[in-house]
Every structure is written in C-alpha cells, then in structure tokens.
C-alpha cells in the first residue's frame, strides 16, 4: 500500500513525458502502455494486487525486458525506469541491468521493507515457503544499490518523507552525479501469488 501512495506521489510530480506501468512477480504484465495521462495509472494502481498475480516470485529480468519492450516499441531509445522492490537476484539479474543500462536506458531503485524484515499478512494467514515455515522477508540494502549502481541510477529507500527529488533530480547519463544514498529463493502461498512489486518506466524525453 505504502508502494502504490509513493507511486501515486511520483506521478503527480510529472508534468511532461510518458509514463507505463508494469506488474511483476514470477513474470511481468504491462498495466498500462507508454501514457502521458497519469491519471488513468493512478485509478488503475487500486485493482494491484498480489492476488492478480499467476506465477509467484521476483523476477527482475522479465520486467526489464517488459519495460524496454515498451521503450523500443515507442520508438525510445534512452529512458529511464524504477524498480520498486524488497528484492533482486543479481545472480540472474545482473547481466540484464547491464545491458539496459548501457543501451541508454537508467534503472532507479526504491527499496521497500526493512532490513529486520516482518511476516507479510495475507487472506490465508501470513505467507509461509515450502516447509510451512513464515516467511520474514528481509532487505539487502547492500544489493539493490549495487543493482542501482549496476543500472547507473539513483538508489533511495521507501519512507514517509518526500523523497521525490532524491529520486529524480539527475542527469541520467553523467555517472558523476549518480551519487546514491547510504543505508534468493522464492516463497509460495497454496493460492501461488506472493507480493506484486511494481515497475514504472519512466521517459528521459521531455522528462521534467
């Protein structure tokens, strides 16, 4: 819920350029294509759910490869996108952020959750793994900044405060001005869905 508020916060900050947002579990799903009516994104964020989920997981590479498909098929070659996540398997992940990165294309990461980590509350009961035990999801701060760092973004961490300019006041192809702040295995429920994170690739062009 906190995701979708600082999203809603995001968009109504951009007054120029266009904006897709995409879903993303064990696969990505586009909730709206490129758009410069953020309003329709904001109504849309309500009906996000984990349970609208079919695979389960935190497959980073398929949204990446979901964002920059919109990018390519808008005829944009140097965007900008932000993850918002507790997770990134840089084992499989990293390549990709990468390649995205040096194709022109700057990957933001907003962390969510905290590095103690707490059980996560579903209609079932809270979210447990294979063996039955609850799952207590903890943040490596550590590697979503390098996975910032990797995509030549800016890294920040989900708060209550405005951290819209920490995010985005940047040239997003000068590495010397990407300084960032300081700060596994899947997990099933029996319906199969785990948290949605959410992906908002956002335009260089016309970009403030």
Do not use: C, W
């Not at 984990?50 to 919109?70: H, R």
């Not at 070659?77 to 700057?106: C, F, H, N, P, W």
């Amino acid at each position: 819920q906190r995701a979708k508020f600082k999203i809603q916060d995001l968009l109504e900050q951009r007054k120029d350029g266009q904006t897709a947002l995409v879903a993303y579990s064990g696969d990505a799903f586009v909730v709206t294509p490129l758009t410069d009516d953020t309003e329709t994104i904001v109504s849309l964020l309500d009906v996000l759910d984990p349970s609208i989920m079919p695979i389960s997981g935190t497959n980073t590479q398929a949204a990446l490869d979901k964002a920059t498909e919109l990018l390519e098929q808008a005829g944009i070659s140097r965007g900008q996108i932000l993850l918002i996540t507790d997770s990134i398997d840089m084992y499989k992940s990293e390549s990709k952020l990468k390649q995205v990165a040096d194709e022109g294309t700057v990957i933001h990461v907003l962390a969510v959750g905290t590095a103690d980590g707490a059980p996560i509350p579903t209609s079932q009961g809270f979210l447990k793994d294979l063996r039955g035990q609850i799952v207590i999801p903890q943040v490596d701060f550590d590697r979503l900044q390098n996975a910032a760092r990797i995509g030549k973004g800016r890294f920040n961490v989900l708060s209550n405060s405005d951290d819209k300019n920490d995010l985005y006041e940047l040239n997003p192809h000068n590495d010397d001005e990407n300084n960032q702040d300081e700060l596994g295995e899947e997990n099933y429920i029996d319906d199969g869905s785990l948290l949605a994170l959410v992906i908002v690739p956002m335009l260089a062009l016309l970009y403030r």
